[in-house]
């Protein structure tokens, strides 16, 4: 793509060239060399640097500030990450308008490191998004793609795979989640790595448990350079999946109040945060984590179900007894026991599929 030189580049060579050059013979006034003198001393502001750039993004840091706000409810150190990722796009942006580098598309590749529902695919489209508005990917689209997406039965069909998926990631994001399920193919570890050598046109996302990326990175010495970034998604915590909760269940129409509120907090804090479950670790070993953990934000939707359950069965109890104003508003109403009991409930439930 042929770029000319970019609005502040030009602006200060004309500035430069006006003042040394001796021909024609110029009557420069005093105050003019003052002023020239202090537009080159001038700090540019916010705006003044937004009119240099030719190219200007499709978003500003503080409209991104504010989506995040909105998508990741507390979380301060992933949007803290995600807004340095966007000044840094801002950077290398900047940079390419005025000394016409290519962009090495290699840095943009990314690890990400949580448990299942901490946001991943949410965190991956946006990072499109951020890449797509300074145009350091052109589409900045997430492909999808998981183990059966690249590993085929035989080693030819493993590299037909992964070439595929990375066609389809072109001037986008390429997205493997429980990427550790790769390290049982070799194939497809080396394909990747050899496209990666070989392509600069997509930005590949590999996404897993903390223990199995790690485990996976030093099954292969050569995956850990390929990788510039690394975004680590805690667990959400008590206090971050109620706000979740309470804004799901006012979307649903529901009003929880005080005490319900309160109880969820609680259930969350002192039966969803103790290492109790049981999951196999990358070694077969067992691993114990957290309700929390191995549900995060997905925890919200069971529990509001389980809830919401509850509520049906009470107000069956109150059936004839309710006047239809008294049964209109409690039939929105989300109360602690309705809480205490649906969890009990989906805990001894849930537990059958573990
Ligand atoms: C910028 O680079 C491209 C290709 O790398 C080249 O075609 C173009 O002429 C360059 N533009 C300037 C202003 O140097
Ligand atoms: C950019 O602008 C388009 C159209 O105005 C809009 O649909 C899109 O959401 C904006 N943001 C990004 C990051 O592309
Ligand atoms: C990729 O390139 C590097 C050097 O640039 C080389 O050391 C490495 O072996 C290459 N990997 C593959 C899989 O080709
Ligand atoms: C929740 O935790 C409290 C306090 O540790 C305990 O008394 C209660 O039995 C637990 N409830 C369930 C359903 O596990």
Redesign the pocket.
């Known amino acids: 793509m042929p770029r000319s030189l970019s609005g502040r580049a030009m602006a200060a060579l004309l500035l430069v060239g006006g003042f040394f050059s001796s021909s024609p013979p110029l009557h420069i006034d005093k105050t003019e060399t003052k002023d020239q003198l202090y537009s080159l001393n001038h700090k540019m502001t916010k705006e003044e640097l937004q009119q240099e750039r030719s190219y200007s993004s499709?978003?500003t840091k503080e409209e991104l500030e504010q989506e995040l706000e909105e998508m990741f409810v507390g979380r301060e150190p992933l949007r803290k990450t995600l807004i340095d990722i966007f000044i840094w796009a801002q950077d290398l942006r900047d940079r390419q308008e005025i000394d016409n580098s290519t962009i090495r598309r290699t840095l943009m590749h990314t690890v990400f490191i949580g448990n299942p529902g901490t946001g991943k695919t949410m965190v991956a489209k946006k990072l499109g998004?951020?890449f797509?508005?300074f145009g350091l990917a052109k589409s900045?689209h997430v492909v999808e793609a998981l183990r059966g997406d690249l590993v085929g039965e035989s080693s030819k069909q493993t590299a037909q795979n992964v070439e595929r998926q990375m066609q389809k990631a072109k001037d986008g994001i390429l997205f493997v989640d429980e990427a550790y399920r790769l390290s049982s193919s070799s194939d497809a570890v080396e394909e990747i790595l050899l496209r990666l050598n070989a392509t600069n046109d997509f930005i590949l996302i590999l996404a897993g448990y903390p223990d199995e990326m790690q485990k996976l990175f030093l099954m292969n010495n050569g995956l850990p350079r390929r990788f510039y970034q690394i975004i680590k998604l805690d667990d959400y915590t008590p206090h971050e999946l109620t706000k979740i909760c309470n804004r799901q269940a006012h979307e649903r129409g529901y009003v929880l109040d005080q005490a319900a509120e309160q109880k969820f907090l609680e259930l969350l804090d002192k039966n969803c945060s103790n290492p109790s479950l049981e999951r196999q670790g990358p070694d077969g070993e067992k691993v114990y984590e957290s309700i929390i953990s191995q549900y995060n934000a997905g925890l919200c939707d069971h529990l509001l179900f389980a809830a919401e359950k509850e509520k049906a069965l009470r107000m069956e109890q109150k059936r004839g007894s309710l006047s239809r104003i008294e049964w209109k508003r409690e039939i929105n109403e989300l109360k602690e026991e309705d809480f205490t009991k649906g969890f009990e409930k989906w805990l001894s439930e849930s537990s059958q599929l573990r």
Do not use: V, Y
């Open positions: 499709n978003m998004d951020i797509k508005s900045g």
